[in-house]
């Protein structure tokens, strides 16, 4: 007999790995199943950063390792976007590190920081990997509610004073995954002062910033004064530039917490194919301009599912940032059931607000990672129901 680890035992399957199978047992039934339950971006990236990916990949010495470290050249690319986006100054040696994609940094992250008996201090509803990370570095995680009253914020002051001081890092994460949310720099100044009193350290989650709508322009919690001391932000090409396959991100700020990743890491991976990195350059130092664009598409697709969800009975507030739409059910139903009834009896699979932490019920994320037509045919399966 093998022996499986305690920890793979105990860990839930990822949820979206579950939802592939489901939705593929429909498909293989001959059911066409429109999902709108994965934020991965439908729209191909511009062809300079296609043309740059292959231009580099006919190198012949871009092929063999390409370093722990990021090249030089995507570090000082990621620098100059804090500069030119955020107002930000950051070293490219010692407050830059590259990610094979932001995941697998907020994995890792709980690695670098999380002991046994410790806990994370993680946003629910929120992204699953800010939980599960912490247990699979066998600490634990306090789950900070989100909710409608309270503009979907982290509520600092019901954090009690000794769950804080078993918190080495605080998840937070705006505009917000699943909610749409987004935070006003007052709050991101009461999180910093809170950090620096609980001796926490801020993961703020923004692969979002670049993806708003109605003239709302995100920041970085790095802009605020004395951000650098407790913060660490992620962020990912994943969204912005439509590159969630390539695998492609990074982690900026304190210089102490990024070497501490950077140790993990330089153990676990051996870094990005060169040419997605030196593609990754070109994106981020291009021309930014056909992201006011795309953002307008993705724009219309939200106003689409904000005219269809009245009626089927569900309701939500119009987001500002994100690639969600996030909609209350109606009364007296649970997410997860409602999400099977709809999947069987309509053919459209959207993810249930459960699947990101206990205080989802009652609501569903709803992607808008694809075109206008299919978001209207699913609306007119919806409304027949």
Same mark, same amino acid.
């Given at each position: 007999?093998?022996?499986?680890?305690?920890?793979?035992?105990?860990?839930?399957?990822?949820? #979206?790995? %579950?939802?592939?199978?489901?939705?593929?047992?429909?498909?293989?039934?001959?059911?066409?199943?429109?999902?709108?339950?994965?934020? !991965?971006?439908?729209?191909?990236?511009?062809?300079?950063?296609?043309?740059?990916?292959?231009?580099?990949?006919?190198? @012949?010495?871009?092929?063999?390792?390409?370093?722990?470290?990021?090249?030089?050249?995507?570090?000082?690319?990621?620098?100059?976007?804090?500069?030119?986006?955020?107002?930000?100054?950051? +070293?490219?040696?010692?407050?830059?590190? *590259?990610?094979?994609?932001?995941?697998?940094?907020?994995?890792?992250?709980?690695?670098? #920081?999380?002991?046994?008996?410790?806990?994370?201090?993680? !946003?629910?509803?929120?992204?699953?990997?800010?939980?599960?990370?912490?247990?699979?570095?066998?600490? /634990?995680?306090?789950?900070? *509610?989100?909710?409608?009253?309270?503009?979907?914020?982290? +509520?600092?002051?019901?954090?009690?004073?000794?769950?804080?001081?078993?918190?080495?890092?605080?998840?937070?994460?705006?505009?917000?995954?699943?909610?749409?949310?987004? $935070?006003?720099?007052?709050?991101?100044?009461?999180?910093?002062? #809170?950090?620096?009193?609980?001796?926490?350290?801020?993961?703020?989650?923004?692969?979002?910033?670049?993806?708003?709508? +109605?003239?709302?322009?995100? *920041?970085?919690?790095?802009?605020?004064?004395?951000?650098?001391?407790?913060?660490?932000?992620?962020?990912?090409?994943?969204?912005?530039?439509?590159?969630?396959?390539?695998?492609? /991100?990074?982690?900026?700020?304190?210089?102490?917490?990024?070497? $501490?990743?950077?140790?993990?890491?330089?153990?676990?991976?051996?870094?990005? #194919?060169? @040419?997605?990195?030196?593609?990754?350059?070109?994106?981020?130092?291009?021309?930014?301009?056909?992201?006011?664009?795309?953002?307008?598409?993705? %724009?219309?697709?939200?106003?689409?599912?904000?005219?269809?969800?009245?009626?089927?009975?569900?309701?939500?507030?119009?987001?500002?940032?994100?690639?969600?739409?996030?909609?209350?059910?109606?009364?007296?139903?649970?997410?997860?059931?409602?999400?099977? %009834?709809?999947?069987?009896?309509?053919?459209?699979?959207?993810?249930?607000?459960?699947?990101?932490?206990?205080?989802? +019920?009652?609501?569903?994320?709803?992607?808008?990672?694809?075109?206008?037509?299919?978001?209207?045919?699913?609306?007119?399966?919806?409304?027949?129901?």
């Amino acid at each position: 007999m093998i022996r499986i680890a305690d920890r793979v035992k105990n860990l839930p399957p990822y949820i #979206f790995a %579950q939802v592939e199978k489901q939705i593929a047992e429909q498909r293989a039934k001959g059911v066409d199943v429109i999902s709108l339950g994965i934020g !991965s971006p439908d729209l191909a990236p511009p062809r300079f950063i296609i043309d740059a990916l292959y231009e580099s990949a006919l190198k @012949p010495g871009n092929h063999g390792y390409a370093g722990y470290y990021g090249t030089p050249a995507l570090r000082e690319a990621i620098a100059h976007y804090y500069r030119n986006r955020f107002g930000v100054e950051l +070293d490219p040696v010692t407050e830059v590190r *590259p990610l094979i994609g932001s995941k697998e940094g907020l994995a890792n992250m709980a690695l670098a #920081f999380i002991d046994e008996g410790d806990l994370a201090l993680a !946003s629910d509803p929120g992204y699953p990997t800010y939980r599960m990370g912490a247990e699979m570095a066998g600490g /634990g995680f306090y789950s900070m *509610p989100l909710r409608e009253e309270n503009d979907w914020l982290v +509520d600092l002051e019901e954090i009690p004073a000794d769950v804080a001081a078993r918190a080495p890092i605080m998840w937070l994460n705006y505009p917000n995954n699943p909610t749409g949310a987004v $935070a006003p720099k007052e709050f991101l100044a009461r999180a910093i002062d #809170f950090a620096r009193e609980y001796d926490i350290l801020i993961c703020y989650d923004n692969p979002y910033c670049d993806l708003t709508f +109605d003239g709302y322009v995100a *920041p970085s919690i790095l802009e605020l004064p004395g951000a650098k001391e407790v913060a660490v932000e992620f962020n990912s090409l994943s969204k912005t530039y439509n590159l969630a396959g390539w695998r492609v /991100g990074m982690a900026v700020g304190n210089a102490e917490a990024i070497d $501490a990743l950077t140790v993990i890491k330089t153990n676990i991976d051996s870094g990005i #194919f060169r @040419p997605i990195q030196d593609a990754a350059t070109v994106a981020l130092t291009g021309d930014q301009g056909w992201i006011v664009e795309r953002n307008m598409i993705y %724009q219309r697709r939200r106003d689409i599912i904000l005219e269809w969800l009245p009626t089927i009975g569900m309701t939500a507030e119009t987001p500002k940032g994100s690639l969600y739409v996030w909609a209350k059910v109606p009364e007296g139903r649970k997410s997860d059931e409602l999400a099977l %009834q709809l999947l069987e009896e309509a053919g459209v699979w959207i993810t249930p607000g459960t699947a990101f932490g206990e205080y989802g +019920d009652g609501y569903m994320r709803i992607s808008i990672c694809i075109s206008e037509e299919r978001l209207r045919e699913a609306g007119e399966r919806l409304s027949k129901i």
